[in-house]
């Protein structure tokens, strides 16, 4: 969302967080499934005409249903776009060896996702993965500065750049990651680059806006921004503050 509202900042924004469910990594798809299609719910009886799932997982293993059946059946003109489509979209841009990493959750990993987008658009690529079930965790509980998140990110990366000693561009599919940036840095070689999602999707959701100008027409332009969690308030304000780079101040709501 940070990068999002940089891109584009006379829109007005909803974000809700799942934390009260969350991480989804590891949880299965009807879970997923269920919970995303909650949040998009909620989201639309806010009048938002647009939802974006922010969640690489959701994304994985919800979005296509979500798009193919739920809005069908829904016969409702609203959308719901995902993170994944738009950096697999771009990816071989940033590699010159041919090779890239995917560092995703477990539920990513395993839905295959990432292989068959980016395999859609850029058949030529070699694309190696690795989860990695214990990056979030270390980020929720604010030890992803600590000494101890050192051992798993080396252990990580280890595993991902041994399997293909080639790759030189690392994609941090998740959102939680970027926030690792500076740890992951010091463990991979400095012709590797490591790459966030946030620019990559607002940048494709500006294209996007523009080739659906009947979309863009229905989301309201007054700058505004309201945050919502499924969880405990303060503990979501001081959270998300970090991610988004500035103070916030979230509601606490209920999902059915």
């Known amino acids: 969302m940070?990068?999002?509202v940089e891109k584009l900042p006379s829109y007005d924004y909803i974000y809700l967080?799942?934390?009260a469910r969350a991480p989804y990594g590891n949880r299965s798809f009807d879970t997923i499934y269920r919970y995303t299609l909650q949040c998009v719910n909620w989201l639309f009886g806010q009048g938002c005409p647009l939802v974006i799932l922010a969640c690489n997982t959701?994304?994985?293993k919800a979005l296509r249903?979500?798009?193919?059946?739920?809005l069908v059946r829904m016969n409702t003109?609203?959308?719901?776009?995902?993170?994944?489509r738009p950096t697999s979209e771009v990816i071989a841009g940033f590699s010159k060896s041919g090779s890239v990493g995917v560092l995703a959750t477990q539920g990513t990993v395993q839905s295959g996702s990432y292989l068959m987008e980016i395999n859609r658009f850029a058949p030529q690529l070699r694309v190696s993965q690795e989860a990695c079930p214990m990056w979030v965790p270390l980020v929720e509980n604010n030890e992803h500065q600590q000494p101890g998140a050192d051992y798993f990110i080396k252990k990580n990366l280890e595993n991902l750049l041994s399997a293909d000693r080639s790759i030189d561009?690392?994609?941090?599919?998740?959102?939680h990651y970027p926030l690792l940036i500076d740890k992951i840095r010091?463990?991979?070689p400095e012709n590797v680059r490591v790459l966030s999602q946030g620019d990559i999707v607002a940048d494709s959701l500006a294209r996007y806006l523009d080739n659906h100008p009947e979309i863009a027409a229905r989301c309201t332009k007054n700058g505004s921004r309201s945050f919502?969690?499924?969880?405990?308030?303060?503990?979501f304000t001081n959270h998300a503050g970090i991610f988004f780079g500035a103070p916030i101040q979230a509601t606490h709501i209920d999902l059915q």
């Open 2 to 4: 940070k990068s999002i």
């Open 17 to 19: 967080g799942d934390n």
């Open 58 to 60: 959701a994304s994985a």
């Open 65 to 70: 249903t979500i798009q193919q059946q739920d």
């Open 77 to 84: 003109p609203n959308r719901v776009l995902g993170v994944i």
């Open 169 to 175: 561009t690392i994609l941090l599919a998740c959102t």
């Open 186 to 188: 010091q463990h991979v």
């Open 228 to 235: 919502y969690t499924t969880d405990s308030e303060e503990d």
